[in-house]
């Protein structure tokens, strides 16, 4: 399991493994959060294992699962709520973790604005640079 910082309490991932769980708690995460369609993915690494493993770890477990087509405003105000309602850092989770630093960069682009998102995701290895001119709509910069 490789974990990436892109604030201090949300983090990234790319696919995690119901084993991951146990790491998982003791890496001091409250929430994780799929982010991940079913259909991506074998039985084994679908929703419904990940999230009885985490949750027998005592972890708290979400589903969003996200696409370019519900890469909508109201996942984005989901996936933000999420997180602000988590008592504790929150992990989510992708193929590789992109689209769950997109839709945090697309929840805060306005807060933080265009470069410190964008920074933040190229330090933890995502180059968001193509998604510069919605971030900077986003962000009232446009």
């Known amino acids: 399991m490789e974990t990436r910082i892109i604030s201090e309490t949300y ?3 790319p696919q995690i493994s119901p084993e991951d769980a146990a790491a998982l708690r003791e890496a001091g995460y409250s929430l994780v959060i799929c982010n991940r369609p079913d259909g991506e993915v074998p039985p084994a690494l679908q929703a419904e294992s990940i ?4 949750t027998s770890a005592g972890l708290e477990f979400a589903v969003l699962p996200l696409t370019h087509q519900t890469m909508t405003a109201e996942n984005i105000l989901k996936q933000s709520e999420l997180v602000a309602k988590a008592n504790g850092k929150v992990l989510a989770y992708c193929a590789s973790g992109t689209r769950s630093t997109v ?3 697309l929840g805060h682009a306005a807060e933080l604005g265009v470069d410190e998102v964008l920074t933040r995701a190229a330090e933890a ?3 968001l640079s193509g998604l510069r001119p919605t971030l900077e709509t986003l962000a009232g910069e446009g």
């Open 125 to 127: 290895g995502y180059d």
């Open 103 to 105: 839709i945090w960069a």
């Open 11 to 13: 983090h990234v991932s």
């Open 51 to 54: 999230g009885q493993a985490v």
